[in-house]
């Protein structure tokens, strides 16, 4: 369901609980109506305006600053939010921390013990406005004030214990710099950022990411070779995968139920189960070369809806006529004919799978490609929308898939000048890199993760217990530098 529809039927059912007099109901039903109506007629500017028009009539009631009223507010500040970066308004960041506020009363409302209920959708819902913080780079820079100051008796690099399966460090250093990395069956984490010690209690703090630096840099360029030319068959033929998929829905295994395997447990059969056997066999035979015939029909450029349909429907027949012919051979106690399945076109066909083969240089296909990660980690970042600038002008545009990797084809006689990277989570960014002229080629690329991955924590406190550290909230782990 839509936001804008939740939220009218979270509201129409505030509308029922709350004792409010009968014209703010009916202001706050047309408040209502018209974020929907602005939403369907894609009106952003006016959709933002209908929001803010009903976060203002909830706000004044009295009878919605209880937990309920409070939380449906702070969800609805991440949508003014999103309505209000979406058409480049400032007024997004202001949103998120109204929507925080909320959550923050409503909190102190449960802790005061004033209603019932529990934290775990506030927890959620603020989760959820941090997300939305750095997607639309809301987040302040450097690390909260309350870290301490830097203890060099503390200094140094710590291994934690205690926790099963589970291998992580932790690097404290003098100048109050940290680094810290764990590892959790095949997961590797990261963060870094600054430590001080108050007291008992060693306080780490991510840095933010700054929101100056770049969030792209182009890297090395590696000359064209066997494993790119393996990525380029490997995306080739993903693409015509989806490709076969969107024409040929119906292009599935086909039917082999096996009913035989307890044949020599069957009693004999009559003349009757006989006959409906060989019915059965020639209404399938009918039905694969119908469905045979359906499909060649529905999976031609030309095709329509109902031609698509139509193809589908008889797939369905021919899987359904398959059943009973074997079911009905097994009830004869006959094996079940091999009739084979309808044959599928061309324009449902996928060639053979040769990018695991040995394919010699002198059938590369070739192409420009942009290979986005971290090369200290092998990390790879897919769904990053990469367009391919050459320089006489023309553009094609391309998505990251598994291995960072978008590749286009050789184009004789020019050269790729510049990328533009795009990404849309869990920030919005787009940047453009002027590269060397490359004809042919990778194109390395390297992401700033920390402005692209949530943070594995925003702060960690820690105990000191004599020479070791334990954190707080994995009391059975200890951070030894023995």
């Known amino acids: 369901m839509r ?48 929001y803010r028009k009903l976060a203002a009539l909830l706000a004044a009631d009295p009878e919605q600053q209880n937990v309920l009223g409070l939380t449906i507010q702070a969800d609805m500040q991440r949508d003014i939010a999103r309505a209000a970066f979406a058409i480049g308004s400032e007024d997004a960041c202001a949103a998120l921390d109204q929507g925080s506020a909320y959550l923050s009363q409503a909190e102190a409302i449960l802790e005061r ?71 959790i069956g095949a ?8 430590w001080g010690r108050t007291g008992q209690t060693v306080t780490l703090a991510t840095d933010a990411p700054s929101m100056d630096a770049p969030l792209f840099r182009a890297d090395e360029v590696f000359p064209w070779d066997a494993d790119a030319e393996r990525y380029l ?20 295994a086909p039917a082999s ?39 060649a029909a529905g999976s031609v450029a030309s095709a329509t809806g109902d031609d698509r349909a139509a193809a589908s429907a008889a797939m369905d027949a021919w899987y359904d006529a ?17 009739i084979g399945s309808p044959a599928v076109p061309p324009e449902c066909t996928l060639p053979t799978d040769e990018s695991y083969s040995d394919i010699p240089a002198s059938q590369w296909r070739r192409g420009v490609a942009v290979m986005i990660g971290v090369p200290q980690s092998g990390l790879r970042l897919s769904g990053v929308e990469v367009t391919f600038v050459f320089d006489d002008g023309h553009r094609e545009t391309r998505t990251t898939r598994d291995r960072g990797f978008a590749v286009v084809p050789v184009r004789q006689g020019v050269d790729v000048q510049q990328i533009v990277l795009a ?30 991955a949530e943070p594995v924590f925003d702060v960690m406190r820690l105990d000191v217990e004599g020479e070791d550290l334990i954190p707080q909230d994995m009391p059975r782990g200890r951070y030894s530098r023995n």
Not at 158 to 182: C, N, P, R
């Open 3 to 50: 936001p804008h529809l939740v939220h009218a039927a979270a509201c129409s059912a505030l509308l029922a609980l709350a004792p409010v007099r009968a014209q703010p109901v009916q202001d706050f039903a047309e408040a209502v109506e018209e974020v929907s109506r602005t939403a369907a007629e894609g009106d952003k500017a006016g959709h933002l305006a209908a």
């Open 233 to 252: 068959r490997e995306l080739k033929r993903a693409e015509l995968e989806e490709m076969i998929a969107a024409r040929c829905p119906w292009n599935i």
């Open 187 to 194: 997961m590797d984490q990261l963060a870094q950022g600054r």
């Open 113 to 183: 013990g004033e209603e019932a209920g529990g934290p775990q959708l506030l927890k959620m819902l603020e989760g959820q406005l941090g997300k939305e913080r750095r997607r639309m780079r809301c987040v302040p820079s450097g690390p909260p004030a309350d870290v301490g100051t830097p203890d060099a008796s503390l200094a140094g690099h710590y291994y934690l214990s205690g926790v099963m399966e589970t291998g992580s460090e932790l690097l404290l250093k003098a100048d109050g710099q940290f680094e810290w990395y764990i590892s």
């Open 257 to 295: 139920m096996l009913w035989s395997y307890d044949l020599e447990n069957q009693t004999p059969a009559d003349e009757g189960q006989i006959l409906k056997a060989s019915e059965a066999k020639r209404a399938a035979e009918a039905a694969r070369d119908e469905a045979a015939r359906m499909i």
């Open 423 to 452: 990404v849309s989570e869990p920030i919005s960014q787009t940047e453009t890199l002027t590269i060397k002229p490359l004809a042919e080629g990778v194109q390395a690329v390297i992401v700033d993760m920390q402005q692209i």
């Open 322 to 338: 398959h059943t009973v012919m074997a079911q009905a051979h097994h009830d004869a106690g006959l094996p079940e004919p091999d």
